[in-house]
């Protein structure tokens, strides 16, 4: 049984260390740029846009080769005079709006935006129907006088 337990937990370190490896590897410096205001207004940018990588995070949060990439176009676009909205367009163009972590509401994203709330209302909808019948049900009729014995005689004796 220890042997089990020993190499159940080699094999749970070994899967840690490789699982850990791959992350670490993606792990990149960004160069600055050497306006203060202008590396504000970078990582600003940075915020507003998804990492293509992992989805959930902005290019500002990623450690993804992609969003290092990314950064660094912005910072290019930035330096050589685009405006906030140019740069974020800039990219929009080429990845679409699904570079953008809040899209614009338009034809195209309408079931982005009302999809979850048309679900949650027609789930409360469901959800209500089906407690409203379930209550409306007729209640069941009690026991018959021979049930209640049976029902007696099997708690008292269990093996019946």
């Not at 500002?60 to 405006?83: I, Q, Y």
């Not at 906030?84 to 195209?108: C, F, H, N, S």
């Amino acid at each position: 049984m220890n042997r089990i337990r020993s190499a159940a937990l080699a094999a749970l370190m070994a899967l840690a260390a490789l699982t850990g490896a791959p992350a670490l590897a993606q792990t990149t410096i960004d160069e600055v740029l050497p306006d203060p205001a202008m590396e504000q207004r970078a990582i600003a940018i940075h915020k507003q846009l998804r990492c293509l990588v992992c989805q959930n995070q902005s290019i500002h949060e990623s450690n993804a080769t992609l969003a290092h990439d990314l950064r660094m176009l912005v910072r290019e676009r930035l330096a050589v005079g685009d405006t906030d909205e140019q740069a974020i367009q800039y990219l929009v163009t080429r990845y679409g709006d699904w570079v953008l972590l809040k899209p614009p509401m338009k034809p195209e994203t309408l079931a982005l935006w009302l999809g979850p709330p048309i679900i949650l209302i027609v789930g409360g909808v469901g959800a209500f129907v089906y407690f409203r019948r379930a209550r409306r049900r007729a209640p069941e009729a009690p026991l018959s006088e021979a049930e209640q014995q049976r029902a007696r005689r099997m708690l008292a004796d269990p093996a019946d």
